[in-house]
């Protein structure tokens, strides 16, 4: 007598016949549905309501359908709290004793309990597993690795989280290893990430970069350790046409590149749903709005959106406070990482504000300006002696670098905020007086810029490489589209009230 068989989840769930094949049915892939096409375990085995699922060791496979309850804490995570809110008031705490603070850690009872309850199949984790059993299957793992490596060595990189793309890259191979050849592999995974996620990201003010890297590399690697290759291999993938051990057709490129940017999408939601905000993921909610504005575009709702929770973000984890004056001290590697944040966030908002013309969502007037400290040519570190005026002092020895044009755009971005401001104000009787130090100071900064970074002739005549080239443009651009905007005045004094023309000939800098 034959076995039973049971129904993949899709049939199952529309009550209509399976006729049960593996990995997909015949039914989800002609609904080109296989990615979601999974079965059950146990099919026919009551679940019992009351049970919950122990904790499985990391060295034994863990359940075949993880399940996990997103953080609810008694007292949910408030994230920043600044002077003027409830907490401040009623504990009478001083403004200068608020900074940022650090991520609200449950105690150790609380967080067993959490992590032992079962309330059923997360449809995001479910979802995550199988576009990374798809993506895998499609495209050799190994592969993609050296299709990342290769784009690094062009000088691209990701400009927030340079400091780890080149680890998370070298760390997925020695991950996906050891449950490769079980059935279930992508759902073992994804439960590992998971629990790995959850691990509050420690440090202290000696910290140094390599042990706090090492916290989510190798068998620590997490749903946003995954999420930053793979944003690498999206943007990789806009930027080579052609690379025969993955693609060599443009339909196999874009396939690649949407499974990848899928896949980042979900790897960032997953980890905002556990309620565990923390600079890594917030280095990883930047990373995937960019690669929205290459994939979508910088019209597109879905990138607009996605700035939007990078700027809730910052303002959540208290990044736009001085972040120097944390308490207790940070590392000076992390005080960089998190100047770096705020200054890619607030030079893409303004450029996207200028963009679609609509309104900015941060403003300097309730931040800290803060700008990254430039590394020089002989020493690459972060060190804070570096830079006598953070506004616009440069060392002449500093190199063409990410750093350098994160810099660059976000004094570039504050006058683009003075200008915005300009043309919605009502007051117009010192006008040209406000625009003419407008210009002023864009002509200072532009000044103050070592001579090797201002374009003075074709760009065809620049010596150096083709990332050198692009960034040297865009800084010329951002200068230009600056100076243009209060230069161009009607016959009342008045700037153009067409948004459009500040618009400059670079969009993002990064």
């Not at 892939?29 to 309501?49: E, G, L, M």
């Not at 050799?140 to 290769?150: H, I, N, S």
């Not at 340079?162 to 449950?179: I, N, Y």
């Not at 532009?446 to 990332?467: Q, V, Y």
Request: charged letters at 20%; a neutral charge.
């Amino acid at each position: 007598m034959a076995s039973r068989l049971a129904a993949c989840e899709a049939c199952r769930k529309a009550k209509v016949a399976c006729d049960h094949k593996r990995p997909a049915c015949t039914r989800c892939v002609s609904n080109d549905r296989a990615a979601i096409c999974i079965y059950r375990t146990t099919p026919f085995k009551r679940k019992r309501v009351e049970s919950s699922t122990p904790l499985q060791s990391p060295s034994r496979l863990p359940p075949a359908q993880p399940s996990f309850t997103p953080r609810n804490n008694p007292y949910p995570n408030p994230g920043f709290l600044g002077s003027s809110s409830h907490v401040a008031i009623f504990n009478e705490i001083s403004p200068q004793d608020y900074h940022a603070s650090d991520t609200y850690h449950p105690s150790e009872e609380m967080t067993m309990l959490i992590q032992s309850q079962s309330t059923g199949e997360n449809i995001l984790l479910i979802q995550g597993a199988d576009i990374l059993r798809q993506l895998l299957n499609t495209f050799p793992l190994p592969a993609m690795k050296d299709f990342v490596t290769f784009w690094l060595a062009t000088g691209a990189n990701l400009a927030l989280a340079e400091p780890f793309t080149e680890k998370c890259t070298e760390d997925m191979t020695r991950l996906f290893t050891s449950f490769s050849q079980e059935e279930n592999w992508h759902l073992a995974y994804a439960q590992r990430l998971t629990q790995n996620s959850r691990e509050p990201l420690k440090f202290s003010s000696t910290s140094d970069i390599e042990t706090f890297s090492a916290q989510f590399l190798d068998q620590k690697f997490r749903w946003e350790s995954l999420g930053i290759f793979l944003s690498a291999v999206s943007r990789a993938a806009i930027d080579i046409s052609f690379f025969p051990p993955l693609f060599k057709t443009e339909k196999d490129q874009f396939i690649l590149r949407r499974l990848s940017t899928k896949l980042s999408d979900l790897a960032l939601d997953i980890a905002l749903s556990l309620d565990c905000l923390n600079d890594l993921q917030l280095v990883l909610q930047y990373e995937n709005f960019i690669v929205h504005t290459h994939v979508d575009g910088d019209q597109s709702y879905h990138s607009w959106s996605r700035l939007g929770d990078v700027v809730s973000s910052m303002f959540a984890l208290g990044y736009h406070e001085n972040v120097e004056k944390t308490k207790p001290p940070i590392p000076n590697f992390l005080a960089e990482l998190r100047k770096t944040a705020w200054a890619t966030t607030y030079s893409a908002d303004k450029n996207v504000a200028i963009f679609l013309g609509r309104p900015p969502r941060m403003s300097k007037r309730f931040c800290h300006f803060q700008v990254p400290l430039t590394p020089t040519s002989s020493d690459r570190v972060w060190n804070r002696s570096y830079v006598e005026d953070e506004v616009v002092r440069w060392k002449t020895d500093t190199p063409i670098c990410y750093m350098s044009s994160i810099r660059w755009a976000t004094l570039c971005a504050a006058l683009k905020e003075d200008v915005l401001e300009l043309l919605r104000s009502k007051q117009r009787e010192n006008f040209n007086h406000k625009a003419s130090i407008i210009r002023q100071k864009a002509e200072t900064q532009w000044a103050n810029l070592p001579p090797r970074f201002r374009l003075s002739g074709a760009l065809k005549e620049c010596s150096g490489d083709a990332f050198e080239r692009d960034l040297l443009a865009s800084w010329t651009a951002s200068f230009y589209e600056t100076n243009w905007s209060t230069l161009e005045q009607d016959s009342s004094g008045k700037l153009p009230t067409s948004v459009s023309q500040l618009q400059g000939l670079s969009f993002f800098q990064c």
